[in-house]
């Protein structure tokens, strides 16, 4: 048990670095829809001025690619939410619907996780993962372009499907052995969560 335990700890380091990498795409995305939304401003606004032409002008080249900073804002966005689902698995930050989950012992949470893990996230993120992957490479191999005029490459975006659910079925394989690994005696583990404000 401590080689898959090891493993455990692992999985958990490599997924919590992944997910503050990801917290910080919200920033980015802010910066970019912020920044879309001002030159998109500036570019328009001030019609039949001399401000208004040298705005032009200067972000001569914006129209052409407004589309592409739009799909970037959502590849952001996707980014974050596929990266970052392991990571919040991981901290127990995930969303949950508690039903008897806040109502019973530690350790009939960790049977309730154990069931949840083994009969719903793995064979979902690892049936997600399996399912999106040739969606991917289909993508990639003929490097499948944006519909709109101006957009971005689609294979980044869709390779952000395989990886997060790979990630995720990864962070559930190391909550299936910390569970198993408490209910042994071997750690302890918290069960503790934040519920949501009512």
């Given at each position: 048990?401590?080689?898959?335990l090891g493993l455990a700890r ?112 793995l064979p979902f993120a690892a ?72």
């Open positions: 048990m401590g080689a898959l692992g999985i958990d380091r490599v997924n919590l670095l992944i997910g503050r990498w990801a917290a910080w795409l919200v920033v980015a995305a802010v910066l970019v829809s912020a920044g879309n939304a001002t030159i998109r401003k500036l570019v328009n606004g001030f019609p039949g001025t001399a401000f208004g032409d040298a705005l032009r002008g200067l972000f001569s080249g914006y129209n052409t690619h407004a589309n592409s900073w739009l799909e970037l804002q959502w590849y952001l966005f996707g980014a974050l939410v596929m990266l970052g689902a392991a990571a919040a698995l991981n901290r127990n930050e995930h969303v949950r619907v508690d039903l008897i989950y806040g109502a019973v012992s530690d350790r009939a949470r960790l049977w309730i996780d154990l069931f949840g893990l083994i009969f719903f996230l049936y997600a993962a399996w399912l999106t992957w040739p969606v991917f490479l289909q993508s990639w191999q003929i490097n499948e372009g944006s519909s709109n005029a101006g957009g971005l490459v689609r294979w980044p975006a869709k390779l952000l499907l395989p990886a997060g659910f790979a990630l995720l079925a990864l962070q559930g394989l190391s909550e299936l052995i910390k569970r198993i690994a408490a209910l042994r005696g071997l750690i302890t583990l918290s069960t503790k969560y934040s519920k949501p404000l009512q």
